[in-house]
């Protein structure tokens, strides 16, 4: 899946998804789980009724700008709240209903292996932005490396905890897999990803009445790479619990093969700075949800935080 600049639209990309329209995968590929049972979704998701649309009021220049400079503050100072330490036999829940953290699902050597495999592809710059403005990207990362083979290996060490828990959440659909384009992504010394929300990805497969239908990510799942502490300093991820710069923040730091699952509508959050000479990676993929028979699904779409918009509109 290509993916060559976050906010711009890319015309390749746009035609293979077309394509894929007419190609949806077999119910039975390896990439899913067998089938699981749907959540009844909440009365209050079946009487919910779109309504117009209220854009926001555009920002002033001066607005975004002070903005900014609140997130530039808040990055600065420590977390309303700090997880590091987790318990090794269970989940724990950083953000109730929205994230949780899941010990040991890869060892040490298959971290090295994925950040060679990821380095090895290409990991690189965001080539879109406004130079000089440093509200903008400037970790590194994979495009469009998908890796079939490790969205298999990963949906089988899920926690049926962690399974149950997320089919709790919109839109209450049972998880199918993991989406196997995966981005791999390095921080150097001062390079962070700036406060954001997520963007869902989707495969379209098969149907067993109608033609096809779409599986489609819900929240990410994000893998530390390397050992926090020994092999890179800082760069824990932040949540911003209330999508503002001003009101409470988590900062979670995960042991090397640990992943954090978090739901990717709303849910504002920044990969912090790394500080000296080693570097941080992660690895990240959607959680599929099958498709609602009530409603078409709500999807995420990637957006940078209030003022950090890197691109002029």
């Not at 990309?13 to 590929?29: A, F, I, Q, T, V």
């Not at 330490?85 to 950083?94: N, Q, S």
């Not at 991820?237 to 710069?245: A, E, K, P, V, W």
């Not at 920044?270 to 570097?279: H, K, M, R, S």
Request: with cysteine; proline share 8%.
């Amino acid at each position: 899946m290509e993916n060559k600049g976050e906010n711009n639209f890319d015309g390749n990309e746009y035609m293979r998804r077309l394509g894929d329209l007419e190609n949806p995968l077999p119910l039975d590929s390896p990439l899913f789980l067998p089938p699981r049972p749907d959540n009844n979704p909440p009365e209050t998701a079946l009487e919910k009724k779109k309504g117009p649309v209220k854009l926001p009021t555009p920002l002033s220049g001066e607005e975004k700008e002070k903005i900014r400079n609140e997130y530039l503050e808040n990055v600065k100072l420590p977390a309303t709240t700090i997880f590091d330490t987790f318990p090794e036999d269970c989940l724990t829940e950083v953000v109730p209903g929205k994230a949780w953290v899941v010990p040991g699902l890869l060892s040490e050597e298959e971290c090295e292996q994925i950040i060679q495999a990821g380095e090895e592809w290409g990991i690189t710059a965001d080539s879109k932005g406004e130079p000089g403005r440093g509200a903008m990207r400037t970790s590194k990362r994979t495009s469009s490396w998908v890796n079939d083979e490790m969205s298999m290996k990963m949906i089988k060490r899920l926690p049926e905890e962690l399974l149950t828990a997320v089919e709790a959440t919109a839109p209450y659909t049972s998880v199918r897999g993991i989406h196997p384009n995966w981005r791999v992504a390095r921080y150097q010394k001062g390079e962070t990803f700036p406060a954001h929300v997520d963007q869902s990805d989707s495969l379209v497969v098969e149907h067993p009445e109608k033609k096809k239908q779409r599986f489609t990510s819900s929240h990410t799942l994000l893998i530390y790479l390397r050992r926090r502490g020994e092999q890179f300093q800082g760069g824990a991820t932040r949540l911003f619990l209330d999508g503002t710069y001003n009101g409470a923040t988590s900062d979670v730091c995960l042991p090397q093969g640990w992943g954090l699952v978090f739901q990717q509508k709303g849910l504002l959050h920044a990969g912090l700075p790394v500080e000296g000479e080693g570097a941080k990676y992660i690895a990240q993929a959607g959680l599929l949800r099958a498709e609602p028979n009530y409603t078409a699904m709500e999807t995420a779409i990637f957006k940078y935080g209030p003022g950090l918009a890197p691109y002029r509109i």
